[in-house]
């Protein structure tokens, strides 16, 4: 038993944490955020991300495993990183193989009239048909995480067979971003209208795929709030450090002290569920025998129910203890606390994720 | 990162796993719980078992009937412990406190007197800190020790005292120099129990059960080479005590969670006599979810803690964490087992649900927040010594 990240993976923490301090300032976030849809994209970070070697870290090329992915997505969440590394690394499973596994790519399977779960993801209502060579697909999938800077995104789409995974061009026209709270990641409406698809996975290959993806986004949802919830909880200390009322120091007031004690409890119980979650997700891709089915799904519910938590708590508290300039548009806490708020209701509520875990402790309800 | 077990861990883990299936006793899987205290000669004989197996003092080294083992294999130990739902040995105090405090400060001579027979569980400890007017502030602790020939003179009176009324000796937390700063005149000593002058008397708690004691000293002769560390020394030693209770903590106290969750999902599983089966409730099965990832959470942060402990050798503050959170969600925990019992949780006596289990489990509960530590002053800690936030006094 050995529950620690490896040197080497501390260090990749270390250079992230670095790198993304110095290009994410407040001001950068406050701007990206309030970007227009059309300048929200930063290629320049983006190749940089890709330059060092951080995009695609789980295929072959890129030498490594979800555990380092995992290291690399909790430190976007802790810089509020506004580019879409969470949904590419979603995404790789169904892109293996692929020459250009870094480019910026977007996971679309919900549908606005079809389902907006992962769990209910084979009800899905879009269409794809052959036409001569070339596969079309057509139909409207909403709730698109990263659509504001995706060059393209793996959807999945009816076939005969059954529900196949696809890979299609995010054209101008077919994208529609809608104004969400959290401008840090652009979600929307990607339109589909007998649009030229590459066949990533057929019928019978694609619910593995999805399985693969689903608990890739469950963990790294969890872990992105882990990063969150620990700035959150740094702003709040920090603050408590430095501001005075009645001639004290804030942080010595017990009212303000145990709420920041209890920020950080719910912080690192929630990072060792993420982090149990990374490596059941990273064993269950190299070694699918050591782990059981039973056991990487739950891990990956409780976590993504308990750190989403634990990052809306966080922010919460970070924005009590900051008292009025939390409140204002000015001070940075409000980014986190829409971020948090997102990820609580993407891919799955805390509720659905805890029927996860009810179920595989209980069985079904009679 | 693994969480598998070394080739060395799972052969420990099915040694283990074979000795309990032979030494349990017959049918203890599936006995019904029952409320109360475990009987102590059951509990002596239990723990002169795992002491002759090994199994008492896993970390211990083998000089005191150890095995020297990595604190890794005490938490396999732990974890098998409660898939068995074994009882536990009678040592609580000595294992945990008195053990790894007389390792760390005693005399060779004081180390080969009460070290084998703490873990063998003939010598049962027994903790003399808090006093009526010292709880969570031991630096202000007033039973006296005064030297007069070759013994310490003990006057005073300790209180919340578990095991006293069976126990051999006590830890004792004692002023020797009332003229100095309140810490600085504390010495630590360790009472044999039967001397003169000793007067144990129980106290009954909320469950109606006296587990816990007053323990009264009037003009107990201690001998002198009795102390622990120097005279004044006291505070230090007693800060080792309270690191180990804190260190070790979590394991045990995870393992017992999960052993009460299994009784829970028992519990929620069964038709109750109006036909309601509770695990049919979202609302009921919500709760248990969210305790079960409690129970993850405490699981995977013992792990944390104790890949540091085996790294560096020092317990991080993982273990304030695991005992905030273990108490609070163990209090979620009993209450929900009683809410879905209904009105038949409160019957008492031999109609009631398991003899009264949950009753007791939930009552016994609200001393979680208050023993070793109480919630507020273990939010103290996390807040000024992991946080770093300014002292609030």
Known sequence: MDFAFSADQEELRAAARRLLADRLPDERIHSAADAPDETFVDPTLWAELVGLGWVGLSTPDGGGTFLDEAVLIEEAGYALLPAPLLSSVVCLPALAGLADATARTALAWAEPRGPRTFAAAHAVTSTATVDGEAWLVQGSKCDVADLGCAERAVVLAMTPGGPALFRVPVEPGAARLQPTTDGTRRIGVLSLANVPADLLADAEASPALMTAMRRRAEAAIALESVGVAQRMLETAAEHAKQREQFGRLIGTYQAVSHHVADMYVRTELARSLAYRAAWCVATSESEPDAVTTQEVDVACAAAKAAATEAAVFAAEGAIQVLGGIGMTWEHVAHRFYKRALANEVFAGSPAEHRATVATALLGATR | ?393
């Open chain 2, 1 to 393: 990162m693994d969480f598998r077990d070394t080739p060395e861990e799972a052969a420990f883990r099915a040694e283990l796993r074979a000795w309990f299936a032979a030494n349990l006793p017959a049918g203890w899987a599936e006995r019904t719980p029952t409320a109360g205290l475990e009987d102590p000669e059951f509990s002596r004989a239990w723990s002169a078992k795992l002491f002759a197996a090994g199994y008492a003092g896993i970390t211990w080294p083998k000089a005191y009937g150890g095995l020297a083992l990595p604190p890794t294999y005490q938490g396999i130990y732990l974890e098998e412990s409660a898939r068995h739902d074994a009882p536990g040995h009678i040592g609580v105090i000595g294992l945990g406190m008195a053990g790894p405090t007389i390792m760390a400060w005693g005399s060779e001579q004081q180390k080969a007197r009460y070290l084998s027979p703490l873990l063998s569980g003939q010598e049962v400890w027994c903790q003399g800190f808090s006093e009526p007017g010292a709880g969570s502030d031991l630096a202000g602790a007033r039973t006296r020790a005064e030297l007069d020939g070759d013994e310490w003179v003990v006057n005073g009176q300790k209180v919340w005292s578990s095991y006293a009324h069976i126990a051999d000796h006590c830890i004792l937390v004692v002023r020797t120099d009332p003229t100095v700063e309140r810490h600085r005149g504390l010495s630590y000593l360790l009472v044999d129990m039967k001397l003169p002058g000793v007067d144990v008397r129980p106290l009954r708690q909320i469950t109606g059960d006296p587990e816990f004691n007053e323990i009264y000293f009037t003009d107990v002769r201690v001998p002198r080479d009795s102390m622990l560390g120097a005279p004044g020394e006291g505070w230090s030693v007693a800060m080792t005590t309270l690191l180990h209770e804190r260190g070790t903590l979590g394991f045990a106290l995870t393992a017992r969670f999960e052993a009460l969750l299994g009784r829970l999902v028992d519990t929620v599983r069964a038709t109750r006599p109006d036909g309601v089966r509770p695990a049919d409730d979202p609302l009921v099965r919500d709760r248990v979810a969210a305790l079960a990832i409690d129970l993850e959470a405490l699981r995977f942060t013992n792990y944390r803690a104790l890949t540091a402990l085996v790294r560096t050798g020092q317990p991080g503050p993982e273990g304030s964490v695991a005992k905030l959170h273990w108490s609070e969600a163990n209090q979620r925990l009993t209450k929900l087992a009683q809410d879905v019992l209904g009105p038949a949780g409160r019957i008492d006596g031999p109609d009631a649900w398991w003899g009264g289990f949950w009753a007791y489990q939930q009552l016994r509960s609200r001393g979680n927040t208050i023993e070793a530590g109480t919630s507020e002053v273990l939010r103290n800690i996390i807040a000024e010594r992991v946080v770093g936030l300014p002292r609030s006094r």
